[in-house]
């Protein structure tokens, strides 16, 4: 179950990195992101963030500020670049990555090293703009959300 903190964060979730590599994407986030399991989703860092990435909403790109960014890498929009492969544009890292019937998708151990993060890592799942939901292991989110008691986990 999702949980509005003070200040108005949305927070959906946590999640653990297996030791696979794989992460399970809570169910609510995806349904308000409209990202069907079974489909390629994009992953993105933030300018700011060290530590964690967003889930793009593929759908939302071609009329948003990602849409210049978006045309400058073909090989993502097309997945011709191996899934969990990174490429930097403009200070922020990309890769795509297969979002499973389960909700779970896997990067190589590499790709989450690039995104600051190892299996073991707790990330917190929180609504972040229209056009993404952000996973974050960092920050002040982080701190509020550990004081929280009714946000799921998922493993």
Not at 10 to 35: K, M, R, V
Not at 51 to 76: M, Q, R
Not at 110 to 130: K, N
């Amino acid at each position: 179950m999702a949980v509005t903190a003070k200040g108005g964060r949305y927070f959906y979730a946590w999640s653990t990195i297996l030791p696979d590599g794989s992460l399970c994407l809570p169910d609510q986030a995806l349904q308000e992101y409209n990202i069907k399991p079974n489909s390629k989703i994009i992953l993105m860092t933030g300018r700011n963030t060290a530590k964690g990435f967003s889930v793009v909403c593929k759908d939302l790109i071609p009329n948003s500020p990602l849409a210049a960014i978006f045309s400058s890498l073909p090989e993502l929009q097309n997945h011709t670049l191996p899934e969990g492969q990174t490429v930097t544009f403009k200070e922020r890292m990309f890769c795509w990555a297969l979002l499973n019937k389960d909700r779970y998708l896997k990067l190589p151990l590499g790709t989450w090293q690039q995104f600051g993060l190892e299996p073991g890592d707790q990330l917190l799942c929180l609504r972040a703009t229209h056009l993404a939901f952000n996973i974050l292991s960092e920050g002040p989110y982080i701190e509020l959300a550990k004081q929280m008691r009714d946000i799921q986990i998922y493993e």
